[in-house]
């Protein structure tokens, strides 16, 4: 199953909702492509949904990196939203889950940038 993305606004914020595997080849450049898409439309509060991704190998750890990296320098915001169990533990243990402001609740996300 590749990797799918699709937009959509909320309250300002800009929500990517992602679905199926971030791994090394099309994941990571669908990713890719996607946010550099929304820069260069100016659009940088940037909320990730993860809930649908069921599998992430490094490439794609190494691209939310990259994203949230690339944002930041920008002046943005990159948040996650709903990480499933395995995306949550991968983070935990590359010690990275610390360096993302990660939510489960998408209002309450979207909130958060304020």
Known sequence: MSMKTSTRQVNGITIVDCSGRITLG?????LKDAIRDLLS???KRIL????DVNYID???IGELVSAYT???NQGGHLKLLSLTHRVKDLLQITKLYTVFDVH???AHAVRSFA
């Open 26 to 30: 099309e994941g990571s450049v669908v």
């Open 41 to 43: 439309k100016g659009q």
């Open 48 to 51: 990730l949904n993860l809930g």
């Open 58 to 60: 490094s490439s794609g």
């Open 70 to 72: 690339t944002i930041t």
């Open 104 to 106: 489960e609740d998408e």
